[in-house]
Protein backbone atom coordinates (compact mmCIF):
# COMPACT_ATOMS: atom_id res chain seq x y z
CA UNK A 1 0.00 0.00 0.00
CA UNK A 2 1.18 3.38 -1.15
CA UNK A 3 0.65 6.29 1.76
CA UNK A 4 0.23 9.60 0.24
CA UNK A 5 2.50 12.20 1.80
CA UNK A 6 0.23 14.98 3.91
CA UNK A 7 0.58 18.16 3.65
CA UNK A 8 1.69 20.45 6.29
CA UNK A 9 -1.05 22.76 7.75
CA UNK A 10 -0.96 26.21 6.89
CA UNK A 11 0.09 28.51 9.65
CA UNK A 12 -2.31 30.28 11.19
CA UNK A 13 -2.32 33.97 9.10
CA UNK A 14 -3.95 37.43 9.67
CA UNK A 15 -4.12 40.06 7.27
CA UNK A 16 -5.10 43.73 8.12
CA UNK A 17 -5.27 47.02 6.09
CA UNK A 18 -5.26 50.19 7.78
CA UNK A 19 -5.37 53.51 5.69
CA UNK A 20 -3.24 56.72 5.38
CA UNK A 21 -4.42 60.01 6.16
CA UNK A 22 -4.95 63.48 5.23
CA UNK A 23 -4.78 66.58 7.76
CA UNK A 24 -7.75 68.55 5.97
CA UNK A 25 -7.09 71.22 8.90
CA UNK A 26 -4.10 71.18 10.74
CA UNK A 27 -4.12 74.62 13.76
CA UNK A 28 -0.17 74.19 16.02
CA UNK A 29 -0.46 75.78 19.07
CA UNK A 30 2.87 76.82 20.83
CA UNK A 31 5.18 73.95 22.28
CA UNK A 32 4.21 72.53 25.89
CA UNK A 33 6.48 71.61 28.44
CA UNK A 34 6.12 68.39 27.50
CA UNK A 35 7.69 68.99 23.78
CA UNK A 36 4.41 68.19 22.49
CA UNK A 37 2.27 71.20 20.68
CA UNK A 38 -1.39 70.80 21.41
CA UNK A 39 -3.24 71.07 17.85
CA UNK A 40 -6.60 70.96 16.81
CA UNK A 41 -7.06 68.73 13.46
CA UNK A 42 -9.68 67.14 11.24
CA UNK A 43 -8.40 63.79 9.69
CA UNK A 44 -9.43 61.90 6.89
CA UNK A 45 -8.92 58.33 6.05
CA UNK A 46 -8.00 58.26 2.24
CA UNK A 47 -7.87 54.61 0.83
CA UNK A 48 -3.67 54.59 0.35
CA UNK A 49 -3.27 51.37 2.12
CA UNK A 50 -0.50 50.25 4.78
CA UNK A 51 -0.98 46.26 4.96
CA UNK A 52 0.53 43.96 7.72
CA UNK A 53 0.48 40.00 7.94
CA UNK A 54 0.69 38.58 11.37
CA UNK A 55 1.84 34.86 11.62
CA UNK A 56 3.16 32.61 14.45
CA UNK A 57 6.76 32.98 14.99
CA UNK A 58 9.10 31.96 17.94
CA UNK A 59 10.19 35.39 18.55
CA UNK A 60 9.13 38.62 17.18
CA UNK A 61 10.33 39.70 13.84
CA UNK A 62 9.45 42.02 11.13
CA UNK A 63 10.07 42.12 7.15
CA UNK A 64 9.19 44.62 4.50
CA UNK A 65 8.14 45.06 1.00
CA UNK A 66 6.83 47.47 -1.32
CA UNK A 67 7.83 51.39 -2.24
CA UNK A 68 10.99 52.73 -0.52
CA UNK A 69 10.58 49.36 1.95
CA UNK A 70 14.50 49.89 2.41
CA UNK A 71 13.87 53.00 3.72
CA UNK A 72 11.60 50.91 7.02
CA UNK A 73 13.42 50.08 10.01
CA UNK A 74 13.08 46.26 11.09
CA UNK A 75 14.40 46.76 14.83
CA UNK A 76 12.99 47.36 17.39
CA UNK A 77 12.66 51.15 16.61
CA UNK A 78 9.79 50.16 14.34
CA UNK A 79 6.51 51.51 15.47
CA UNK A 80 4.37 48.54 14.26
CA UNK A 81 7.04 45.89 16.44
CA UNK A 82 6.66 48.07 19.32
CA UNK A 83 2.73 47.95 18.55
CA UNK A 84 3.27 43.98 18.94
CA UNK A 85 5.61 44.71 22.00
CA UNK A 86 2.71 46.74 24.29
CA UNK A 87 0.20 44.42 23.06
CA UNK A 88 2.16 41.02 24.44
CA UNK A 89 3.19 43.07 27.49
CA UNK A 90 -0.76 44.53 28.37
CA UNK A 91 -2.33 41.37 27.80
CA UNK A 92 0.15 39.15 29.34
CA UNK A 93 1.28 36.95 26.56
CA UNK A 94 4.75 36.13 25.39
CA UNK A 95 4.49 34.91 22.30
CA UNK A 96 6.31 35.55 19.15
CA UNK A 97 4.77 37.01 15.45
CA UNK A 98 6.41 37.66 12.64
CA UNK A 99 4.55 40.92 11.03
CA UNK A 100 5.45 41.33 7.52
CA UNK A 101 4.85 45.05 6.09
CA UNK A 102 3.40 45.70 2.85
CA UNK A 103 4.08 49.66 2.24
CA UNK A 104 1.40 51.58 0.37
CA UNK A 105 1.50 55.10 2.14
CA UNK A 106 4.23 57.12 1.80
CA UNK A 107 7.53 56.81 3.92
CA UNK A 108 8.10 59.90 6.08
CA UNK A 109 5.67 62.02 3.64
CA UNK A 110 3.00 63.45 5.98
CA UNK A 111 0.30 60.81 6.13
CA UNK A 112 0.78 58.75 8.77
CA UNK A 113 2.20 55.62 7.37
CA UNK A 114 4.14 54.29 10.63
CA UNK A 115 0.63 54.88 12.29
CA UNK A 116 -1.06 52.87 9.62
CA UNK A 117 1.31 50.04 10.54
CA UNK A 118 0.95 50.21 14.28
CA UNK A 119 -2.74 50.46 13.99
CA UNK A 120 -2.62 47.32 11.49
CA UNK A 121 -0.02 45.47 13.77
CA UNK A 122 -2.42 45.87 17.03
CA UNK A 123 -5.35 44.94 15.20
CA UNK A 124 -3.42 41.98 13.75
CA UNK A 125 -1.80 40.79 16.96
CA UNK A 126 -4.90 40.46 19.26
CA UNK A 127 -6.71 38.53 16.57
CA UNK A 128 -3.45 36.18 16.31
CA UNK A 129 -3.32 35.74 19.96
CA UNK A 130 -7.02 36.02 20.59
CA UNK A 131 -6.24 38.57 23.70
CA UNK A 132 -10.15 39.61 24.11
CA UNK A 133 -9.08 43.40 24.64
CA UNK A 134 -12.00 45.76 23.69
CA UNK A 135 -11.70 48.28 20.55
CA UNK A 136 -11.22 50.67 23.96
CA UNK A 137 -8.63 48.89 24.76
CA UNK A 138 -7.11 48.95 21.41
CA UNK A 139 -7.48 53.22 20.90
CA UNK A 140 -5.72 53.69 24.47
CA UNK A 141 -2.48 51.71 23.25
CA UNK A 142 -2.89 53.25 20.61
CA UNK A 143 -2.23 56.76 21.96
CA UNK A 144 0.78 55.11 23.99
CA UNK A 145 2.54 54.29 20.47
CA UNK A 146 2.12 57.95 18.59
CA UNK A 147 0.04 61.13 18.38
CA UNK A 148 -1.32 59.84 14.88
CA UNK A 149 -2.25 55.85 16.22
CA UNK A 150 -5.59 56.05 17.15
CA UNK A 151 -7.06 57.85 14.19
CA UNK A 152 -5.42 54.96 12.33
CA UNK A 153 -6.98 52.64 14.31
CA UNK A 154 -10.40 54.61 13.94
CA UNK A 155 -10.39 55.50 10.60
CA UNK A 156 -13.26 57.78 8.96
CA UNK A 157 -13.26 61.48 9.63
CA UNK A 158 -12.37 62.87 12.92
CA UNK A 159 -11.44 66.12 14.81
CA UNK A 160 -8.15 65.56 16.97
CA UNK A 161 -7.67 67.55 19.87
CA UNK A 162 -4.18 67.29 22.36
CA UNK A 163 -1.36 66.04 20.80
CA UNK A 164 -4.12 64.86 18.20
CA UNK A 165 -4.87 61.42 20.22
CA UNK A 166 -8.29 62.51 21.23
CA UNK A 167 -10.77 61.96 19.03
CA UNK A 168 -14.21 62.78 18.26
CA UNK A 169 -15.72 61.18 15.50
CA UNK A 170 -17.34 63.86 12.55
CA UNK A 171 -19.91 63.57 10.46
CA UNK A 172 -19.21 63.29 6.43
CA UNK A 173 -21.43 62.56 3.69
CA UNK A 174 -20.20 61.44 0.33
CA UNK A 175 -16.67 60.89 -0.98
CA UNK A 176 -14.46 63.18 -1.84
CA UNK A 177 -11.27 62.86 -4.15
CA UNK A 178 -7.76 63.12 -4.13
CA UNK A 179 -4.62 63.42 -6.05
CA UNK A 180 -0.98 63.27 -3.91
CA UNK A 181 2.44 64.27 -5.37
CA UNK A 182 4.85 62.33 -3.34
CA UNK A 183 8.46 62.83 -2.79
CA UNK A 184 11.05 60.20 -2.12
CA UNK A 185 13.12 62.67 -0.02
CA UNK A 186 10.95 62.71 2.84
CA UNK A 187 10.72 65.35 5.68
CA UNK A 188 11.37 65.24 9.38
CA UNK A 189 8.36 65.19 11.46
CA UNK A 190 10.68 66.66 14.08
CA UNK A 191 12.40 69.13 11.94
CA UNK A 192 9.55 70.57 10.90
CA UNK A 193 7.68 71.32 14.17
CA UNK A 194 11.14 72.95 14.89
CA UNK A 195 10.81 75.32 11.94
CA UNK A 196 7.37 76.24 12.63
CA UNK A 197 8.39 76.95 16.04
CA UNK A 198 11.38 79.30 14.66
CA UNK A 199 8.58 81.04 12.39
CA UNK A 200 5.84 81.03 15.27
CA UNK A 201 7.27 81.36 18.50
CA UNK A 202 4.12 82.75 19.72
CA UNK A 203 1.41 80.53 18.28
CA UNK A 204 -2.17 80.45 19.62
CA UNK A 205 -3.67 77.86 21.35
CA UNK A 206 -5.65 76.10 18.46
CA UNK A 207 -9.53 76.73 18.69
CA UNK A 208 -11.85 74.31 16.67
CA UNK A 209 -14.27 77.12 16.18
CA UNK A 210 -11.86 78.11 13.53
CA UNK A 211 -12.70 74.65 11.82
CA UNK A 212 -16.62 75.36 11.44
CA UNK A 213 -16.71 76.15 7.86
CA UNK A 214 -14.64 72.99 7.08
CA UNK A 215 -17.22 71.14 9.04
CA UNK A 216 -20.40 72.49 7.41
CA UNK A 217 -18.16 71.28 4.16
CA UNK A 218 -18.12 67.81 5.17
CA UNK A 219 -21.75 67.71 6.62
CA UNK A 220 -22.99 69.04 2.92
CA UNK A 221 -20.41 66.19 1.46
CA UNK A 222 -19.72 69.62 -0.78
CA UNK A 223 -16.14 69.28 -2.05
CA UNK A 224 -15.96 72.77 -3.58
CA UNK A 225 -16.48 74.51 -0.05
CA UNK A 226 -14.31 71.87 1.60
CA UNK A 227 -11.19 72.68 -0.87
CA UNK A 228 -11.40 76.62 0.10
CA UNK A 229 -11.62 75.42 4.16
CA UNK A 230 -8.32 73.35 3.75
CA UNK A 231 -5.50 74.59 6.14
CA UNK A 232 -1.99 73.35 7.52
CA UNK A 233 -0.75 75.58 9.98
CA UNK A 234 2.98 73.31 9.67
CA UNK A 235 2.87 74.09 5.17
CA UNK A 236 5.06 77.36 5.90
CA UNK A 237 7.42 75.30 7.62
CA UNK A 238 7.67 72.55 5.39
CA UNK A 239 8.14 74.78 2.52
CA UNK A 240 11.10 76.34 4.50
CA UNK A 241 13.00 73.38 4.61
CA UNK A 242 11.50 71.97 1.02
CA UNK A 243 10.89 74.78 -1.15
CA UNK A 244 10.66 72.35 -4.04
CA UNK A 245 7.03 71.98 -2.55
CA UNK A 246 5.97 75.51 -3.95
CA UNK A 247 5.94 73.31 -7.31
CA UNK A 248 3.03 70.57 -6.83
CA UNK A 249 1.50 72.99 -4.89
CA UNK A 250 1.62 75.93 -7.76
CA UNK A 251 0.96 72.96 -10.17
CA UNK A 252 -2.37 71.37 -8.59
CA UNK A 253 -3.64 75.15 -8.13
CA UNK A 254 -3.28 75.45 -12.41
CA UNK A 255 -4.96 72.25 -13.11
CA UNK A 256 -7.72 73.58 -11.17
CA UNK A 257 -8.02 71.81 -7.54
CA UNK A 258 -10.62 72.77 -5.41
CA UNK A 259 -8.02 73.16 -3.03
CA UNK A 260 -3.78 71.86 -2.10
CA UNK A 261 -2.14 71.42 1.08
CA UNK A 262 0.84 69.96 2.43
CA UNK A 263 -0.14 66.85 4.10
CA UNK A 264 0.37 66.69 7.69
CA UNK A 265 4.25 67.71 7.86
CA UNK A 266 4.73 67.05 4.58
CA UNK A 267 6.47 66.49 1.65
CA UNK A 268 3.51 64.84 0.04
CA UNK A 269 1.00 67.73 -1.29
CA UNK A 270 -2.64 66.81 -1.19
CA UNK A 271 -4.52 67.94 -4.42
CA UNK A 272 -8.71 67.78 -3.66
CA UNK A 273 -10.75 66.79 -7.26
CA UNK A 274 -14.08 67.96 -8.09
CA UNK A 275 -14.43 63.95 -9.11
CA UNK A 276 -12.93 60.69 -9.61
CA UNK A 277 -11.73 61.60 -13.61
CA UNK A 278 -10.63 65.02 -12.17
CA UNK A 279 -8.86 63.74 -9.66
CA UNK A 280 -7.26 61.43 -12.06
CA UNK A 281 -6.33 65.02 -14.33
CA UNK A 282 -4.82 66.46 -11.08
CA UNK A 283 -2.35 63.34 -11.06
CA UNK A 284 -1.68 63.41 -14.85
CA UNK A 285 -0.72 67.30 -14.13
CA UNK A 286 2.03 66.20 -11.32
CA UNK A 287 3.48 63.45 -13.70
CA UNK A 288 3.23 65.63 -16.30
CA UNK A 289 5.41 68.78 -15.04
CA UNK A 290 7.35 66.10 -13.13
CA UNK A 291 6.71 67.96 -9.65
CA UNK A 292 6.62 64.39 -8.00
CA UNK A 293 8.71 61.12 -7.86
CA UNK A 294 5.34 59.18 -7.68
CA UNK A 295 1.64 60.11 -8.03
CA UNK A 296 -0.93 58.76 -6.38
CA UNK A 297 -4.83 59.03 -6.22
CA UNK A 298 -7.69 58.39 -3.51
CA UNK A 299 -11.02 58.22 -2.21
CA UNK A 300 -12.11 59.61 1.56
CA UNK A 301 -13.19 58.66 4.02
CA UNK A 302 -12.59 55.20 4.28
CA UNK A 303 -12.47 52.80 7.46
CA UNK A 304 -9.68 52.15 9.52
CA UNK A 305 -7.93 49.71 10.53
CA UNK A 306 -9.80 46.01 10.07
CA UNK A 307 -9.02 42.02 9.54
CA UNK A 308 -9.38 41.48 5.76
CA UNK A 309 -8.58 37.80 5.95
CA UNK A 310 -7.30 35.24 8.00
CA UNK A 311 -6.03 31.51 7.52
CA UNK A 312 -5.85 28.47 9.94
Known sequence: MTLTPVAPLPEREVRVRAPGKV????????????????????????????????TAADRRVLT???????LVPTDDTNLALRAASLLAERAGIDDGVHLHLHKGVPVAGG????????????????????????????LQLAAELGSDVPFSLAGHTAVGSGRGHLLTP???????????????????????YAAFDELHGSALIPSQDDDVPLMQA????????????????????????DPGLAEPLAVAQDAGALGVVVSGSGPTVAALGRSRQHALVLAAAFTAAGVADRVLTAAGPVAGARVISTTD
Open 23 to 54: NLSLRVGPREDDGYHAVSTVFQAVSVFEEVVA
Open 64 to 70: VSGPQAE
Open 218 to 241: LRAGDPRALGAALHNDLQMAALEL
Open 111 to 138: MAGGSADAAAALVACDALWSTGLSREDL
Open 170 to 192: ALSRGEFHWAFAVQDRGLSTAAV
